[in-house]
């Protein structure tokens, strides 16, 4: 057993685009609604500084590690943020491994190891996921930006 592992993915909080977009949306709303009400105004000087916290709020989360995605030993490792638990999702269990959509919304809000009517969703963005199916029927849906490498990293370490 090698202990390099064969794919390695990690997927960032911040760095969806939609999201991104809507929070420097409402960044440029302060920004234009500081420039109506006038300077000098104690609302206006608080709509300045909601515009640049927000800012400075996304920049912080571009650089805040969701989850870590490893395929290694037979076994695909999710490593989440702080507190969250290492899950192992075991290969040898798997019966159908398959690439999809993640979901058909255009807006979806990250998620680690989200337990819902059988399934399982790992999700920080993009549109591609990985569907893993295991014996007893369970789902997992491991959303990814590398979807291809991570389909072909799986599969191969299932035929080893």
Not at 6 to 22: A, S
Not at 35 to 62: Q, Y
């Amino acid at each position: 057993m090698s202990d390099k592992p064969v794919f390695v993915e990690k997927q960032y909080l911040g760095r969806e685009f939609i999201p991104l977009t809507i929070r420097l949306v409402l960044a440029l709303s302060c920004f234009a609604a500081y420039f109506v009400t006038g300077w000098g105004n104690r609302n206006g000087d608080l709509l300045i500084v909601v515009g640049f916290g927000i800012i400075i709020i996304s920049i912080i989360m571009g650089f805040l590690l969701h989850f870590r995605t490893r395929v290694q030993n037979k076994s695909v490792y999710l490593d989440g943020l702080w507190t969250t638990r290492l899950v192992k999702i075991d290969l040898n269990s798997i019966v159908k491994a398959e690439k999809g959509t993640y979901s058909r919304y255009l807006f979806n809000n990250p998620v680690y190891n989200l337990h819902t009517r059988g399934t399982i969703r790992f999700y920080a963005g993009g549109k591609d996921a990985i569907h893993l199916t295991d014996r007893d029927g369970l789902l997992y849906i491991i959303g990814s930006q590398h979807a291809n490498e991570l389909l072909r990293a799986i599969l191969i370490e299932m035929k080893r």
